[in-house]
């Protein structure tokens, strides 16, 4: 299983970006998946997962802003983060199986990609 994730950078706040994981390795349809985020010296926060069947769950803290999705042809997810805010600056994994979006994980459990930063920042 391998999980590469794509597309953070430096956003001023209120603005967008665009995370991409490519994944390979297995079956990627039959997988729900999951982004996380990590402060440094803070805890692995879940932020989002999506389903087999599509379905989506957020944590509150990004409800309404963020949007996760996925494309079973090209096995990869996304996660569109709008209305970016400072207390969003994290890096940010994609992982599989996926923790309940708004809990701690205590360890990258499952298979992790390796990460990508998103800071915001005027």
């Known amino acids: 299983v391998q999980l590469v994730e794509s597309g953070g950078g430096l956003v001023q706040p209120g603005g967008s970006l665009r995370l991409s994981c490519a994944a390979s390795?297995?079956?990627?349809?039959?997988?729900?998946l999951g982004w996380a985020r990590q402060v440094p010296g803070k805890g692995l926060e879940w932020v989002s997962c999506?389903?087999?069947?599509?379905?989506?769950d957020y944590a509150d803290a990004v409800k309404g802003r963020f949007t996760i999705s996925r494309d079973n042809a090209k096995n990869t997810v996304y996660l569109q983060m709008n209305s970016l805010k400072p207390e969003d600056t994290a890096v940010y994994y994609c992982?599989?199986?996926?923790?309940?979006?708004?809990?701690?994980?205590?360890?990258?459990?499952?298979?992790w990609g390796q990460g990508t930063q998103v800071t915001v920042s005027s």
């Open positions: 992982a599989t199986p996926p923790g309940r979006p708004g809990a701690t994980a205590r360890t990258k459990s499952g298979s």
């Open positions: 390795g297995f079956t990627f349809s039959t997988y729900a």
């Open positions: 999506i389903y087999t069947d599509g379905t989506t």
